[in-house]
């Protein structure tokens, strides 16, 4: 029983222009989200969070959208790079001291 | 700040050994949390430990065990070996910190049972 979503498995990108990054989670309980990007052979890289009480949070070129209603978040990149080309990971935790949940991971390709 | 670091970085054993991984934390950090990703899989939850004391544990066998130090180094270790646990290994620290709490990642190590 998946947690936490990530239904493409893979997404092409234009060089410049936006890349949509989505997530689903169906624990209600879940109040803080974390974006990871990972190239092979490393470990993954943390991008940036949101907790339960916001519905957006921006660093750079990278921003979170966060609907509680519909259990959904969203990593938006804006412009994409050539650089940005790896596999990222959703990954959500409840309160107290409650282990991450992973999604299984989305392939970006950016195209120049 | 010196990142999480692990040791070694691969490993080659053959089904019925046994294994010890290393996990460094960042300094400060208290809690360290060790992962499995395979192809398919992505990142499953083997256990975490903060102050030399499991806390957390995920559904996997008990062959998979680990123990953390009292500088918050940890290890992991797998008996009896299988096929099924060529992986790559994570290691993760965060400061353990009340309310949300952001875990970073070392290279990992990878695996290879034969």
């Known amino acids: 029983d998946q947690q936490v979503k990530q239904n493409s498995p893979s997404l092409s990108v234009q060089e410049g222009r936006i890349s949509i990054l989505n997530c689903d989670y169906t624990n209600s309980m879940f109040d803080y989200f974390l974006w990871y990007k990972k190239y092979p052979a490393e470990g993954p890289t943390f991008l940036i969070s949101i907790s339960s009480i916001k519905d957006k949070n921006e660093d750079g070129r990278f921003t979170v959208f966060l609907n509680k209603s519909a259990k959904h978040l969203s990593l938006h990149i804006v412009p994409s790079q050539p650089g940005d080309s790896a596999v990222y990971f959703c990954?959500?935790?409840?309160?107290?001291?409650?282990?991450?949940?992973f999604g299984k991971g989305t392939r970006l390709s950016v195209i120049a | 700040k010196a990142g999480v670091t692990q040791t070694p970085r691969y490993l080659i054993k053959t089904r019925g050994q046994q294994v010890t991984l290393s996990c460094s934390p960042i300094?400060?950090?208290?809690?360290v949390s060790w992962y499995q990703q395979t192809p398919g899989q992505g990142l499953q939850f083997l256990f975490e430990?903060?102050?030399?004391?499991?806390?957390n544990k995920g559904n996997f066998p008990g062959r998979f065990s680990g123990r953390q130090f009292s500088n918050s180094r940890s290890e992991m270790n797998v008996s009896t070996l299988e096929l099924g646990d060529s992986a790559l290994y994570l290691c993760?620290?965060?400061?353990?910190?009340?309310?949300?709490?952001?875990?970073?990642f070392g290279p990992g190590t990878r695996l290879t049972v034969l």
């Open positions: 300094s400060g950090h208290r809690s």
């Open positions: 430990y903060f102050s030399e004391t499991q806390r």
């Open positions: 990954a959500a935790s409840g309160a107290g001291n409650t282990p991450l949940v």
């Open positions: 993760a620290s965060s400061l353990a910190k009340p309310g949300p709490d952001t875990q970073y």
